[in-house]
């Protein structure tokens, strides 16, 4: 034991040796901003000069007084508008928008090779730092079990472009409360989420996804809806507040936080009772559940625009549903802005096809009453809070990670120009420039 400590010693020592004699710095990138939306202010800067060296912000300061660092590498986006890396905090990266024409999201699961499925995930990835996006909350595999770990390990390996990835893992949901359904009785069908019932079965789940790599525990507490007697939009509860609670408990024991699909009802008040930390589409929120978000502090993350596509035909039971479920969430969505729920951006990218712009989201923020710069904090700054990396992501201040994106025109002014990204740089690296 004591030859033990002496070693780890002299490594200690040699270390601090070493460290005295490093070379010098990396090279520093020094950019040049033309207006800045640093993620946190309330008014964008004119003529700033953002200073990067290695993956890290090193300062940001006016350009009539910036000390440029001998040597740097020169971007100029004077002409451009600077934000920090954009953040979705709702995709599914093992979903592709599935056709159902081609067999759609049940299709996906019987008939794709587990290697397909990642291979389309590389792409999504790809996809979606091309357009800014540094980092995604990927709140789910859909049956690709902990692929989404696979995933993150080759971004962070250098294997393959990608943003910064925060991993659910397979999500937890109750028998009757998840795809694939509609199968004979006799059958055992493979399912989309990992399947509990009891909260012994549900602490298990939970246990299971933190033990193999899950940055988040996603729980589905809504499933079906439909439109009730009354007009109004009903959804299947799935866990109780007891079978939640016990994945609530484990998931803050390992110092990690739970994200619930929840519509209304019954399983979103059932949600915010248990204790969960973040609400996932919430489209029928009444005045009470946010009362308990505000009081909370939990998390609205809306999804609005995948609810504006695919409605089934308006004479359908199906087609009437999806028309009330847009219907209620454009009044929810504002009664939650005016009381100052914390509202974060996300998709639900993989439900809508990655070949269309992450970016639209921003729109029905801002049709929906936000302003353009709170619609920008909430992927960014704000984004980042909910990820527990404040202040090393979503803004662009010294200390935070060098996630740097440009776009032409001014977003305050037509907030459609987050939709054409012209310059990406993640982790000091520039990905994109055109
Ligand atoms: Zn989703």
New binding site residues.
């Given amino acids: 034991m004591r030859t033990f400590w002496c070693v780890l010693l002299m490594t200690t020592i040699s270390m601090a040796a070493q460290e005295q004699k490093a070379p010098a710095a990396p090279t520093a990138t020094v950019i040049r901003a033309g207006t800045l939306i640093d993620g946190k202010s309330s008014q964008p800067r004119r003529d700033q000069v953002i200073v990067v060296r290695g993956n890290r912000i090193e300062s940001v300061s006016d350009a009539a007084t910036a000390k440029t660092p001998a040597g740097a590498v020169l971007i100029d986006l004077s002409k451009a508008t600077v934000l920090p890396g954009l953040i979705d905090s709702?995709t599914?990266i093992f979903l592709q928008g599935e056709d159902p024409a081609q067999g759609g999201y049940d299709a996906n699961i019987l008939t794709a090779p587990l290697a397909l499925r990642a291979a389309r995930a590389t792409v999504a990835v790809r996809r979606a730092l091309e357009q800014g996006f540094t980092t995604l909350r990927d709140?789910e595999t859909e049956g690709a079990g902990y692929g989404d770990v696979g995933i993150k390990e080759a971004i962070e390996g250098g294997y393959i472009p990608g943003p910064r990835l925060f991993v659910a893992t397979r999500a937890i949901s109750t028998t009757g409360g998840y795809p694939l359904e509609g199968y004979a009785p006799e059958l055992e069908m493979p399912k989309g989420a990992q399947i509990v019932d009891g909260p012994v079965e549900a602490r298990k789940a939970a246990r299971e996804q933190l033990d193999h790599g899950a940055d988040w525990i996603k729980v589905y507490m809504t499933h079906r809806s439909w439109v009730g007697k009354t007009g109004e939009l009903v959804s299947q509860p799935t866990l109780t507040v007891e079978e939640l609670r016990a994945v609530v408990d484990e998931a803050h024991g390992w110092g990690k936080k739970v994200a619930c699909?929840a519509y209304g009802g019954i399983g979103l008040h059932r949600a915010l009772d248990g204790g969960c930390d973040s609400i996932?589409h919430g489209l029928d929120l009444d005045d009470a559940a946010i009362a308990q978000m505000l009081k909370q502090g939990t998390w609205y993350v809306p999804?609005l625009s995948v609810y504006y596509t695919d409605w089934g035909p308006a004479d359908t039971p199906g087609g009437q549903r999806d028309r009330l479920r847009a219907a209620v969430h454009d009044p929810s969505f504002r009664k939650a802005l005016k009381a100052g729920v914390k509202i974060v951006f996300g998709t639900?990218m993989g439900?809508i096809p990655w070949s269309e712009p992450i970016a639209q989201e921003f729109s029905r923020m801002v049709e929906f009453g936000m302003s353009p710069m709170d619609a920008i904090q909430s992927a960014t700054s704000r984004a980042a809070v909910m990820l527990d990396m404040e202040g090393k992501i979503g803004a662009i201040a010294p200390g935070a990670y060098a996630d740097i994106i440009a776009v032409g025109a001014d977003p305050l002014r037509d907030i459609k120009a987050l939709e054409s990204v012209q310059f990406v740089m993640k982790d000091g690296k520039v990905f994109r420039s055109n």
């Fill in positions: 709702h599914h709140v699909h996932e999804t639900d439900g």
